[in-house]
Each structure stands twice: as structure tokens, then as C-alpha cells.
């Protein structure tokens, strides 16, 4: 995940490890990739993120918001959307 790092090191976040953050909160590595690339849409919108990003991925909030919470919260997944040009996570995962 070193693309990934490095764009969290863009956006001023600490790079980690996708499957480390899926195992703790109880989601698979492609949910939590599924998850982090919706926060990452949603997180400029209006509207609760979470719920917009639970929603769009099927995954449950409350794991959501754990996966959220665990990379640093809304404004880390907004800086992120916003380093990578407003675009979302898109291409980082393949």
C-alpha cells in the first residue's frame, strides 16, 4: 500500500496498513477499501459521512464509523479526498 501511504503522507496523515485497520474493526481489506473510498466521496458533501458511506457500500455503520474513526476521523478522510483532487480514494485501490 505504498501508493496509499504516500498520498496520506500528502494529505499530512501517518500511512497504515489497510488489512491491520479492516481486522480491527471486523471489516475484510475489500470492505474496508469499498468504505475508505466512499468516506472519502462523501466527506466534503453534506450530510452525515458515515450513514452516506454505510449506505453506499452496505457495510454497518457503527463499522463505519469505527474504520473512520480509526484513520483519523472526517477531516483526515476530507484532506485525503482533497490532496488526491476531490476525487475520492478512486485508482488507490485498483
Excluded: R
Amino acid at each position: 500500500m505504498s501508493l496509499l501511504n504516500d498520498a496520506l503522507g500528502a494529505a499530512g496523515g501517518s500511512g497504515f496498513d489497510i488489512g491491520a485497520l479492516a481486522a480491527k474493526v471486523g471489516l475484510s481489506e475489500q470492505q474496508a477499501k469499498m468504505v475508505l473510498q466512499a468516506l472519502a466521496k462523501f466527506a466534503n458533501q453534506p450530510g452525515d459521512t458515515a450513514e452516506q458511506a454505510s449506505a453506499e457500500t452496505g457495510v454497518e455503520k457503527s463499522k463505519v464509523e469505527q474504520l473512520l474513526s480509526a484513520v483519523g476521523g472526517e477531516g483526515a478522510v476530507a484532506k485525503l479526498g482533497g490532496a488526491l483532487g476531490g476525487g475520492g480514494l478512486g485508482g488507490l485501490f485498483g
